[in-house]
């Protein structure tokens, strides 16, 4: 499944968008309205989270599905 993105939307707020798409999933006011948004669709789709930071670096990723390294423990 596709990995869920969270940056800056180009007319102010955030969003979220699936990897490969063109448009947005969902616009939200806040980054944290938007990781959560992000988060529920990465965990029904066991796919990842990217958050970018203000600039558009990624500052983090969560994954929610096939990790390939999963921590031990």
Do not use: F, L
């Not at 990897?19 to 947005?24: E, F, I, L, Q, V």
Request: proline fraction near 3%; glycine fraction near 10%.
């Amino acid at each position: 499944m596709a990995n869920q993105h969270v940056s800056k939307h180009k007319d102010g707020g955030w969003k979220v968008q699936g990897a490969g798409n063109s448009k947005a999933t969902s616009r939200h006011n806040t980054q944290r309205s938007a990781v959560e948004a992000a988060r529920s669709i990465a965990k029904n789709q066991s796919s990842e989270v990217v958050i970018h930071s203000r600039n558009g670096k990624i500052r983090a990723k969560d994954s929610y599905g096939n990790d390939s390294h999963p921590p031990k423990g």
